[in-house]
């Protein structure tokens, strides 16, 4: 089927004529940091400036991505001083804020048990969380009105505590485990983005006290969990359970419960959000873009006749997966990726100062014209199997380059999973008046809630 109309272009802030400057935009990124960038910030290819003392350079083109996050991976490596702070209370020395040799011992033993190769094992969960959510939906009086991100949002927080702690994992323990999950997140929420663009380190970044106490219970939770499933001989599949099986690199012993710890805590925080805001993404544009949910209910018609979606079901998904990857483009989860040379490095032929805040910003990235055709339109074509791929460093809401998110695989299939098995069970429109607007903290979220009415399909 092909368009005719015009493409659907779902909502983006204005774009300023020209940005602020110091402190006026420093207030203004506090108050909407995806609307400080002019038009013109999505035409450059890279942006060398200076913020507050220190160097920044925004890289925004496939090559100079590359340049920094392949090929200087060693110099680039480091996460930018304000994510490390705002996130150590709760993740430790967890991959996701280590660097060095510490991160390349953890990669080794993460990467593995969160591969695609996993998905046979890990699938499952994704399909019966999916099919009880659907089923709920279903079973509502017609019109009821949901929040669809939250919803999301819990669905995905299921899926990866089950996914990290074992299928069996009782209802209690999961609830325990989100609440306490979304209480850190909503106090470190004035850790805010404008932040991470680089004020000077020696001022104090003051992680709360509750969240340091919210943190605390995070870990006290987690133990609990772990010594259960460690002591317990079910040998139900669990990241777990691989991670206890897998040896730190170069020796024949496993991590030990600290590790295990932080890094259960890094999958949970990095592997659900995430997710939970491609889906929301997803369900809003297709309430908006007619056409795009024909296309989708057609194919999810042949080839699922109203089943849950398994991972075995993929290739029948296309047009399922075209629209999660366009919607990842518009929308990425992750809109920042904020990283500080160690040493001395060279961008698009200029020389970067050790300390400097190397910046890859996937929202301006997927939108750049000199990348994109189009770039504000929803245009799932793009990714169908037939058209051509998206230049390897233009499209990256997984980032590149060795600090990749080891996820991807599951993280893309949960979404098709859980877009595929959700859309059959119901229409969902947006509540009349919404405004939807994007709205970046560490995620990308169509602001803080989305009000949609659930519609019977008949
Ligand atoms: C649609 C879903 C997801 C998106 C868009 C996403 C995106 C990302 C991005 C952009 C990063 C790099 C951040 C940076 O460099 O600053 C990352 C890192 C990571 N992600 Fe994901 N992620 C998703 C799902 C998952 C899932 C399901 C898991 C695990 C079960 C996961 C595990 C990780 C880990 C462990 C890292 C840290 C890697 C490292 O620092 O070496 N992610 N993710």
Same mark, same amino acid.
């Given at each position: 089927? *092909?368009?005719?109309?015009?493409?659907?272009?779902?909502?983006?802030?204005?774009?300023?004529?020209?940005?602020?400057?110091?402190?006026?935009?420093?207030?203004?990124?506090?108050?909407?940091?995806?609307?400080?960038?002019?038009?013109?910030?999505?035409?450059?290819?890279?942006?060398?400036?200076?913020?507050?003392?220190?160097?920044?350079?925004?890289?925004?083109?496939?090559?100079?991505?590359?340049?920094? #996050?392949? !090929?200087?991976?060693?110099?680039?490596?480091?996460?930018?001083?304000?994510?490390?702070?705002?996130?150590?209370?709760?993740?430790?020395? @967890?991959? #996701?804020?280590? $660097?060095?040799?510490?991160?390349?011992?953890?990669?080794?033993?993460?990467?593995?048990?969160?591969?695609?190769? &996993?998905?046979?094992?890990?699938?499952?969960?994704?399909?019966?969380?999916?099919?009880?959510?659907?089923?709920?939906?279903?079973?509502?009086?017609?019109?009821?009105? =949901?929040?669809?991100?939250?919803?999301?949002?819990?669905?995905?927080?299921?899926?990866?505590?089950?996914?990290?702690?074992?299928? @069996?994992?009782?209802?209690?323990?999961?609830?325990?485990?989100?609440?306490?999950?979304?209480?850190?997140? %909503? !106090?470190?929420?004035?850790?805010?983005?404008? *932040?991470?663009? /680089?004020?000077?380190?020696?001022?104090?970044?003051?992680?709360?006290? &509750?969240?340091?106490?919210?943190?605390?219970?995070?870990? /006290?939770?987690?133990?609990?969990?772990?010594?259960?499933?460690?002591?317990?001989? *079910?040998?139900?599949?669990?990241? =777990?359970?691989?991670?206890?099986?897998?040896?730190?690199?170069?020796?024949? %012993?496993?991590?030990?419960?600290?590790?295990?710890?932080? !890094?259960?805590?890094?999958?949970?925080?990095?592997?659900?959000?995430?997710?939970?805001?491609?889906?929301?993404?997803?369900?809003?544009?297709?309430?908006?873009?007619?056409? *795009?949910?024909?296309?989708?209910?057609?194919?999810?018609?042949?080839?699922?006749?109203?089943?849950?979606?398994?991972? +075995?079901?993929?290739?029948?998904?296309?047009?399922?997966?075209?629209?999660?990857? !366009?919607?990842?483009?518009?929308?990425?989860?992750?809109?920042?990726?904020? %990283?500080?040379?160690?040493?001395?490095?060279?961008?698009?032929?200029? $020389?970067?100062?050790?300390?400097?805040?190397?910046?890859?910003?996937?929202?301006?990235?997927?939108?750049?014209?000199?990348?994109?055709?189009?770039?504000?339109?929803?245009?799932?074509?793009?990714?169908?199997?037939?058209?051509?791929?998206?230049?390897?460093?233009?499209?990256?809401?997984?980032?590149?380059?060795?600090?990749?998110?080891?996820?991807?695989?599951?993280?893309?299939?949960?979404?098709?999973?859980?877009?595929?098995?959700?859309?059959?069970?119901?229409?969902?429109?947006?509540?009349? /008046? +919404?405004?939807?607007?994007?709205?970046?903290?560490?995620?990308?979220?169509?602001?803080?809630?989305?009000?949609?009415?659930?519609?019977?399909?008949?």
């Amino acid at each position: 089927m *092909s368009h005719s109309a015009a493409p659907y272009t779902p909502p983006f802030p204005p774009r300023p004529e020209r940005s602020e400057r110091g402190l006026k935009l420093l207030a203004q990124a506090r108050r909407d940091w995806l609307a400080i960038w002019p038009a013109s910030a999505f035409r450059r290819e890279t942006i060398f400036t200076r913020f507050l003392f220190r160097d920044v350079v925004i890289c925004n083109s496939p090559e100079t991505v590359h340049q920094a #996050f392949v !090929e200087q991976h060693e110099v680039f490596q480091r996460k930018s001083p304000q994510h490390r702070q705002a996130l150590k209370p709760l993740l430790g020395d @967890g991959l #996701f804020v280590s $660097d060095g040799k510490l991160w390349r011992e953890r990669r080794r033993v993460v990467a593995p048990v969160t591969h695609a190769s &996993r998905l046979p094992d890990l699938a499952p969960v994704m399909t019966e969380a999916a099919a009880s959510r659907a089923a709920a939906w279903a079973a509502l009086p017609p019109g009821t009105v =949901i929040d669809a991100l939250a919803e999301m949002g819990h669905l995905t927080a299921e899926i990866i505590c089950r996914t990290i702690f074992g299928r @069996g994992l009782g209802a209690d323990a999961a609830a325990t485990v989100v609440s306490a999950f979304a209480e850190y997140q %909503r !106090e470190i929420g004035q850790t805010d983005l404008a *932040s991470f663009l /680089g004020l000077p380190e020696w001022l104090p970044r003051p992680v709360n006290r &509750r969240a340091r106490a919210a943190a605390r219970r995070i870990h /006290g939770v987690v133990d609990g969990l772990i010594e259960t499933i460690l002591a317990g001989g *079910s040998g139900e599949a669990s990241l =777990i359970r691989s991670m206890a099986e897998a040896r730190v690199p170069g020796t024949d %012993r496993p991590m030990d419960r600290r590790a295990f710890r932080n !890094e259960a805590i890094v999958l949970f925080m990095a592997g659900h959000e995430t997710t939970a805001n491609v889906l929301a993404w997803a369900l809003f544009i297709l309430s908006q873009d007619r056409a *795009s949910a024909a296309r989708l209910e057609a194919e999810l018609a042949a080839t699922l006749g109203g089943r849950p979606a398994q991972v +075995t079901d993929l290739p029948g998904l296309p047009f399922a997966r075209a629209v999660v990857e !366009e919607t990842m483009r518009l929308y990425p989860p992750v809109p920042l990726l904020s %990283r500080q040379a160690i040493g001395p490095g060279r961008i698009a032929g200029r $020389d970067v100062r050790k300390g400097a805040v190397v910046l890859v910003a996937p929202w301006l990235l997927h939108r750049n014209t000199k990348v994109w055709d189009q770039p504000d339109a929803f245009i799932p074509d793009r990714f169908m199997p037939d058209a051509p791929r998206p230049p390897r460093h233009g499209y990256i809401p997984f980032s590149t380059g060795p600090r990749v998110c080891t996820g991807q695989q599951l993280g893309l299939v949960e979404a098709i999973i859980c877009l595929a098995t959700l859309w059959q069970a119901a229409r969902l429109d947006l509540v009349e /008046g +919404t405004r939807v607007m994007p709205v970046a903290r560490l995620t990308l979220r169509p602001g803080d809630g989305l009000p949609m009415r659930v519609l019977p399909r008949v």
